[in-house]
C-alpha cells in the first residue's frame, strides 16, 4: 500500500465515523420520544390472546338493562359459529352463521320460525383482535384484565393471569360478561343442523304475523353483525 491509498483509506474511516456519529446522534432519546408520545407502554404492550379455535362460553349480556345470556359455541376448523339467546323471560332463539356468510335465525318451540339471512361475509378469524391499540389495565369484576380497543368498535377485556376473556364492550353499548370459558369444547354435528322450516318456503312462514317478531330480532342481528364486517374482513 503506497502513501496514496493510505491518505485515501484513512479519508474513508474518517468519513464513514462522521456519517456513523451523525446517524447515532439523530436517532438519540429526544427524536424517539417525539415520534412516540408513549414509549414504555407502547414497548411493552401485551397482544391480546388469539381465540382458541374451537370453545364453548356462557354469556351474560347486557345492553341498556335488557338482559340474555348467551350459549357461544365457536368452532373455526368447521367454519361456523352459534349463539343461542335467551332473553330474560323470552322465546329462545337459535343464530346459527356459516362461514359462507349465511345465517339461519330460528325458534324450535312454538311459535316456530325461521329467517335465512345472507350476512355478506363469514365468522370471526381466531386472530380477530390482531392489531388492536393496547390501553392499559383495569380490574373488571374482580379481575385484573388488559384492555384493547379495536376500530372504535369494541373494548376488550382479557384476564392478565390466565389470559382469557372477561369482558366486552361493542360501541353500541352492548356488553358482554364471559361465565364459563371451555376451550377446546365441541357441539355435536347433529345439533349444527337448522330445523326444516328453514328450508321450506310456504306460504305460512311469508305470512306479515309470522315475520314481525323474528324480523325485529333478525334485524337487531343483521345489524350487530354488519357491524363485525370490519373486524372479520381482514
Ligand atoms: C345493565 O347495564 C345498565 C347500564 O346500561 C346498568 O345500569 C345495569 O345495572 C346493568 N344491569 C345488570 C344486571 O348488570
Ligand atoms: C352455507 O353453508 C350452509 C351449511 O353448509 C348451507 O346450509 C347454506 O346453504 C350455505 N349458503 C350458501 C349461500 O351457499
Ligand atoms: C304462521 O302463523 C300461523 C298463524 O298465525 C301459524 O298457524 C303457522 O304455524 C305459522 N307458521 C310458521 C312457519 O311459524
Redesign the pocket.
Known sequence: MDSTSRSLALLLLLFLLLVLGHDSSSTGPDSAAAADPQPQLQAQAPTPTPWPLQFHSILFMNFSGAISLIDLWYDWPKG?NFNIIQDQLGQLLYDLE?N???S?VYTLDDPRRCSVL?VGFGILRPNWLDGAEYLGQERVGGFLCNVWQKVDFIWYYEDVATKRPVHWIFYTGRSAHVMTFEVGATLEDEKWQ?PVYCFQKDEDELRPENQTDLGEYSRRILTDKRSFRGLSGF
Do not use: I, Q, V
Request: hydrophobic fraction near 25%; charged fraction near 25%.
Open positions: 361456523r356459516w359462507n356468510g349465511t339461519f345472507d337448522g
